[in-house]
């Protein structure tokens, strides 16, 4: 059971690249979440996705795109990566209703923009 | 902005002790999730608490919530080193399985 899988775990660019992290998950959940992690800042969520081609926007999506044509991948799309998206990217999935609103996390992408 | 704030920032406990947590939050929520983050990896959940539950435990772990506070607290009974690690409060409004966490709280148990 692999469970929830991100690509690459390290990823070094440089400013004005396109740069896209990927996320796969196996357990067919509908909600899929993109995060990025700072310190002093916590957890902050960037995109959502609901099921597959339904997306919407969370607290910081500036610079970002997604998409899900699929329901077990949602890659995440830096268009053209700044020093401010230097951070740790977490990928998360979960089935909410009937009391599962726990999110299953990702091991994380670090990454670093030049 | 974040929704949990998470109290203290920092705590260092022997083995054995106990650790105690807190997270405020500030609008109306659905349930309150903890996470643990060891270093250099993803969050895992530990446990969940509904608006209308008081305490809950799991193993070592026992959370209240207190709504008309609006806090939780974390307690960890009999620490050890391997509970080294971020500790994260995470609040769900409920409708679309959104959480919004706080900046979590740095645990550091020594043998």
């Known amino acids: 059971d692999a469970g929830i899988t991100q690509s690459p775990r390290y990823k070094i660019t440089e400013t004005g690249r396109q740069v896209t992290l990927m996320c796969h998950q196996t357990?067919?959940?509908?909600?899929m979440f993109w995060y990025r992690q700072d310190l002093g800042h916590g957890l902050r969520l960037i995109y959502y996705?609901?099921?597959?081609?339904?997306?919407d926007k969370g607290e910081v999506p500036d610079g970002y795109v997604v998409s899900r044509s699929k329901t077990e991948n949602f890659p995440l799309t830096l268009e053209s990566a700044t020093r401010s998206q230097t951070s740790v990217y977490f990928c998360?999935?979960?089935?909410?209703?009937?009391?599962?609103?726990?999110?299953?996390f990702g091991p994380g992408t670090r990454l670093l923009v030049l | 902005s974040q929704q949990g704030e998470e109290d203290p920032q920092a705590l260092s406990i022997q083995e054995g002790e106990n650790a105690t947590m807190n997270c405020s939050y500030k609008?109306?929520?659905?349930?309150l999730q903890w996470y643990r983050q060891n270093s250099g990896r993803g969050l895992v959940h530990l446990i969940l608490?509904?608006?209308?539950?008081r305490e809950k435990h799991s193993g070592r772990l026992r959370v209240t919530l207190d709504t008309s506070k609006k806090s939780s607290s974390l307690l960890i009974t009999a620490s050890r080193a391997a509970d080294t690690a971020s500790y994260f409060c995470?609040?769900?409004?409920?409708?679309?399985?959104?959480?919004?966490f706080g900046k979590g709280i740095t645990l550091s148990v020594r043998p």
């Open positions: 998360a999935s979960s089935t909410p209703g009937q009391g599962k609103e726990t999110q299953y």
């Open positions: 357990w067919s959940h509908s909600y």
């Open positions: 996705s609901a099921a597959a081609d339904i997306t």
């Open positions: 609008t109306s929520i659905n349930n």
């Open positions: 608490i509904r608006s209308n539950e």
């Open positions: 995470a609040t769900g409004p409920g409708a679309n399985s959104k959480l919004t």
